[in-house]
């Protein structure tokens, strides 16, 4: 069964710096691939919304805010994403969900992690 699992969330004061981790496991070895990948966040009486996104080829994409700071990654051999995150602002809190899109021959699969908290503090 394929699960996103985040981590590397936390607590940090503003300026400093994090980096998450999105993990899918039981792809290896499976008929399916990983197109793109993308973390989401939503902070309290918000939407949700896209802060980053990478396709299989490095191709990426950054809500506005956060283009200057934020640098999404990724690692195909080990199906993982990253997010690192520099010069973290208040408004950076939220809860940050991983995402998937997964592909087969004819098929594909939309995934989202259980998330991970993200405070900055001021």
């Known amino acids: 069964q394929v699960q996103l699992v985040e981590s590397g969330g936390g607590l940090v004061q503003a300026g400093g710096s994090l980096r998450l981790s999105c993990a899918a496991s039981?792809?290896?070895?499976?008929?399916?691939?990983?197109?793109?990948m993308g973390w989401y966040r939503q902070a309290p009486g918000k939407q949700r919304e896209l802060v980053a996104r990478?396709?299989?080829?490095?191709?990426?994409n950054y809500e506005d805010s956060v283009k200057d700071r934020f640098t999404i990654s990724r690692d195909n051999a080990k199906n993982t994403a990253y997010l690192q995150m520099n010069s973290l602002k208040p408004e950076d809190t939220a809860v940050y969900y991983c995402?998937?899109?997964?592909?087969?021959?004819?098929?594909?699969?939309?995934?989202w992690g259980q998330g991970t908290q993200v405070t900055v503090s001021s």
């Open positions: 039981g792809i290896s070895g499976s008929m399916f691939s990983i197109n793109t």
């Open positions: 990478i396709t299989s080829g490095g191709s990426t």
């Open positions: 995402n998937a899109n997964l592909y087969g021959q004819y098929s594909g699969y939309n995934y």
